[in-house]
């Protein structure tokens, strides 16, 4: 009998599901937070938009959403705000990989730049600009553009990991 593709399926959103989990550990657990001159990488971002270009619009609208609300709990910012933003930029990225990308790391690096720029530029224009606190550009500099320099460095990891279990789960292995 031959297994249904729904099967296969499943399984690889399993793994994109167990992934974010560990990097929701590595994100948010004191001790094990990957940290470069104090600040951390987005690696919930960065995942993804890795399952955007890999899984295209839906998927990654949908792991964009997810994503979120585990950012959403993990932080103290106002709820839905990490949700809705990384749905909308997983969907946005996932449009984007299937119209004009291909899947390789240049594409990956390009996608993950962009979006990480973007989301950084966001959180600071909201929780740093319109809150008016002090000297705003020295923070997105200190705080910001480092963290986004390190989530671009830490997409070339997450890509292999990402394709390697990607390509594991593409042949219809029954579960």
């Not at 399926?9 to 470069?36: D, E, Q, Y």
């Not at 993804?48 to 910012?77: K, N, P, Q, R, W």
């Not at 299937?98 to 990480?116: D, E, F, K, V």
């Not at 200190?142 to 279990?165: C, D, K």
Request: net charge positive; with cysteine; proline share 4%.
């Amino acid at each position: 009998m031959a297994p249904t593709k729904g099967r296969v399926g499943n399984a690889r959103f399993v793994v994109h599901g167990l992934f974010m989990l560990v990097l929701v550990f590595l994100r948010f657990t004191p001790g094990f937070t990957l940290l470069l001159f104090g600040q951390p990488a987005e690696l919930l971002l960065c995942l993804t938009l890795m399952i955007a270009l890999y899984e295209h619009d839906t998927a990654g609208a949908v792991a964009g959403f997810s994503a979120g609300i585990l950012m959403d709990l993990c932080t103290g910012v106002v709820p839905g705000f990490h949700a809705g933003l990384f749905m909308l930029m997983g969907g946005f990225a996932g449009y984007v990989s299937r119209q004009y990308l291909t899947n390789n790391l240049i594409s990956a690096l390009l996608l993950t730049a962009a979006g990480t720029f973007l989301y950084k530029l966001i959180h600071w224009l909201c929780f740093w600009v319109i809150l008016g606190i002090e000297r705003p550009f020295y923070h997105f500099f200190r705080h910001h553009m480092i963290s986004f320099l390190f989530t671009v460095l830490l997409t070339v990891p997450a890509y292999f990991i990402v394709r390697f279990y990607r390509k594991r789960f593409r042949t219809r292995i029954p579960l």
